[in-house]
């Protein structure tokens, strides 16, 4: 598969428990021209993304990558949060332990508004946490946080230099490997990320839902019909 | 003939919709699922409305089943099958619904039995509710797509005159 092919759609990985949710959800990202698998577990999503329990101790071997081939290449993971079983946050831990799952973006989904449960997932490393039901509005801030994996096989080759970038990631936080990365893997876009991720807890502009201080948001006002202002009237 | 019918049929729909939003029966995410409704997925919202339908009607049946038992004390469980059907119910903007169930949970979280059985009756009335409302929804639609697309050979030169005639602002 060439890049051309590669860089024609993102794929994303969404996983849901409700059937509801996950037709929604798949919807949205159709709709936004993303390529979109669904799952309904934390699980079958880790198997899908080739994490298997076998390999988590040899991560930095090649066969691991193999698996994780361009076809099924994900740029981007968006889970609820409630689920049997193994939950979202579990998910995302998971995702962030693994050296060759870290690097792909996690969003998180909840249809409760609680401020702890929020700043868990963000602190553990998801890029945006939405409040269900999630809207197109929402679905539109997923794109700057797509990564592609222009060259993942070629990195593998050079495991050496995949793991240096990690430690200098988790220490450094900088954006001065950029230089480095860009070699290696066209991770711009997830060195931005780790940025956003550090300086951003009260910068709400970037995006992050965190909805602790709903009244501020604009773009999530949940205004109900309970009377005749404000009626839509459809029609296709 | 056929122009009338349609456009009686918009605003029928319109109405209904309307009315739904008034009451409180439906909020703004029915509206979403309805934007996410296009060419490329045609069916959109009855699909997911059936699939809700088919999944609160077991959430239903559990919920009685449950609350039958005069022995009942499984309140966990309950609150399991709350959540999902808060959820799915917030998900296609059932607004009412999903209130009934907020009320429901709450008397779930403090044991109260006759406080369950209350809030279920009045969720299987609501949902009955919903479900009429909606069919009735989708029965004009489909109406309002037969009409626009049925096309009878011999009045067709009579249906274009008219339709020269009646050039409404077709919204």
């Known amino acids: 598969m060439g890049l051309a092919a590669a860089d024609a759609q993102f794929h994303v990985l969404a996983v849901d428990d409700s059937l509801i949710d996950r037709k929604l959800i798949e919807r949205l990202l159709k709709t936004s021209s993303y390529q979109v698998t669904t799952v309904d577990s934390g699980s079958k999503a ?14 930095d071997e090649a066969c691991v990558c ?11 993971v968006i889970t609820d949060y409630c689920m049997p079983g193994m939950t979202g946050y579990d998910l995302l831990k998971k995702m962030k332990e693994s050296s060759f799952l870290r690097n792909i973006p996690v969003v998180i989904m909840s249809s409760e508004n609680v401020p702890s449960r929020i700043n868990r997932c963000l602190e553990e490393g998801a890029e945006e946490f939405f409040l269900k039901p999630v809207r197109l509005s929402d679905v539109n801030k997923l794109r700057p946080h797509m990564v592609k994996k222009a060259k993942s096989c070629l990195d593998v080759e050079k495991p050496e230099k995949v793991e240096k970038l990690e430690i200098q990631e ?27 991720n550090n300086n951003n807890n009260n910068n709400n502009n ?8 709903e009244g501020h948001s604009p773009d999530r006002t949940r205004q109900r019909y309970n009377n005749n202002s404000d009626l839509i009237f459809i029609s296709n | 003939m056929l122009g009338l019918s349609v456009e009686r049929l918009r605003a029928d729909m319109n109405r209904l919709l309307a009315l739904l939003f008034h009451q409180g029966v439906l909020d703004e995410q029915f509206l979403q699922l309805q934007q996410l409704q296009d ?16 999944e609160s009607e077991k959430l239903l049946r559990n919920l009685r089943a449950l609350l039958v038992d005069k022995e009942f004390s499984d309140y966990k469980k309950m609150g399991t099958h709350l959540n999902q059907f808060m959820g799915s119910s917030s998900s296609i903007g059932a607004q009412r619904i999903r209130n009934v169930c907020v009320a429901f949970r709450a008397a779930s979280d403090q044991n109260n039995r006759p406080g369950c059985i209350r809030a279920l009756e009045l969720l299987e009335y609501e949902y009955c509710y919903l479900k009429n409302k909606l069919h009735e929804l989708f029965q004009i639609e489909q109406q309002r797509i037969l009409a626009a697309t049925v096309r009878y050979p011999m009045q067709q030169q009579h249906h274009q005159q008219q339709q020269q005639q009646q050039q409404p602002n077709n919204p």
Do not use: C, W
Not at chain 2, 39 to 54: C, M, Q
């Open chain 1, 170 to 196: 988790e220490e450094l936080q900088t954006t001065q490997q950029t230089a480095q990365s860009n070699n290696n893997n066209n991770n711009n876009n997830n060195n931005n990320n780790n940025n956003n």
């Open chain 1, 46 to 59: 880790l198997e899908f993304l080739g994490l298997n329990e076998v390999e988590i101790g040899n991560e």
């Open chain 1, 206 to 213: 970037n995006g992050k839902r965190k909805s602790m201080d």
């Open chain 2, 39 to 54: 060419e490329s997925s045609p069916n959109f919202v009855s699909e997911v409305v059936n699939i809700y339908f088919h």
């Open chain 1, 66 to 76: 193999s698996k994780n081939s361009q076809d099924v290449e994900v740029n981007l």
